[in-house]
């Protein structure tokens, strides 16, 4: 048979003391510790103490601890041992250098300082312009250019006045000349009166020539666009001596069959209009003289080219430049009415003008009567087609711009609208062109046979 329970262990508890030991753990549970019992010196407590320990193994002796390291002082220590050295990292790779902030401040100061020389150089060249343009240090006197005849009518200002000296080419800017006569302070020096000035003169030169005032002894002829010779004549004053009609036959200033002018052609057309300077007492031919000279220098500044495709001669654009200015009386229709003359040419028809007439029957004045219009002469255009054999006056430099460069239209006729002053009704058609003279009948007879307009 086998024992009742497992062999005891060797150097292991009793079952009675194992038993012992739950008691006193259960009595511990209850509130009783084994200190206490022990402490308090309850009568068994030798007794459970001499039996929890009498099953014990006997434990082995200790073993002796190992005497503590003395401290060793540092001066009898051996020299410490050289730490093995780290494992050298690998480098790392180069970054970048940070901008410099000091340069880049630097080149935007140079940059503000360029910007702000520029805008020096800028402000000084335009305060150079405006000092320059204000005194013309280079500009003439206007005495050996082209001269000019400019009336300053009376209670003129000085905006009046430089507007006026501008549009005839006298000076070159209505602003600086404005500018100028007020910071000189001769704004009431300035003079009515007529005057014989020179194209592009300094505004210096024209502001002596205004303050001295016109020549007490010279004459102001004025020559109006597209008056005949025989209508200048009978305008002349007294003073001037000799024969206009005579002195405007030829010239050796003028030869007009470099024009194209036929053999024996007068100077009619080229007898320029303006207003001329001349002394008391002089002679007609020093007028026609100033007259011939101003036609070359505004003829050589107008455009050919139109009219030299159309294989017209200078002196047959004179021709239609001359009726262009009697026909016209609105700037804006010269080119217009100089198409016209251009498409009647080109398709056969006869120009129907009734200025040639008047120039033929020289009537400028009182209305045409059927005799007239059927008069024998070449410069009837009612009665002959083409142009008529030379000018029926002297043209000014517009109507010859236009008669050289017309504009562009199918227009064959026109016919003056009634209401107003000088206006034209242009169409294409006969039917058009009857309507159109029907309602200026019809007006005319309404007041009674005068003309329809309100000039």
Known sequence: MSPAGPPPVPGGRKPEDREAARQEREARRAGHSSSEDVSGGGPNWRERAERLTSGRAERPPRQERAPRRLAIPRW?????QERTPRRQRSPR????????????????????????GAGALVIGLIVAWFLVSLFQPLAGDGRGDGRVSVRVPAGA??????????????????FFFQTRTRISGRSGELKPGAYRLGEGMSIEAALNALAEGPAPDVLNVTVPEGRARREVARALPRQLRGSYLTATRRSGRLNPARYGAPRGASLEGFLFPSTYELKKGRRVSALVDEQLGAFKSQFSKVDMRSAKRARLSAYEVLTIASMVEREAQLPR????????????????????????VRYATNNW?????????????????????????????SPGLESIRAAANPAKSGFLFYVVKPGTCGEHEFSRTDAEFQADVARYNRERERRGGKSPTKC
């Open 93 to 116: 790779p180069a970054r970048a250098p940070r901008p410099d902030r000091s340069a880049g401040t630097g080149f935007r100061r140079g940059r503000f300082a360029a910007a702000l």
């Open 333 to 356: 229709e010269r080119p217009l009415v100089a198409s016209v003359i251009y498409n009647r040419l080109r398709e056969g028809i006869k120009l129907g003008i009734d200025a040639t």
């Open 365 to 393: 004045d009182r209305p045409l009567t059927e005799s007239q219009l059927q008069v024998r002469s070449p410069y009837n255009t009612r009665a002959n087609p083409g142009l008529p054999p030379g000018p029926i006056g």
């Open 157 to 174: 200002g000085v905006g009046a006045i430089a507007d006026l000296l501008e549009r005839r080419g006298v000076i070159g800017s209505s």
């Open 76 to 80: 009898k220590r051996a020299p410490r």
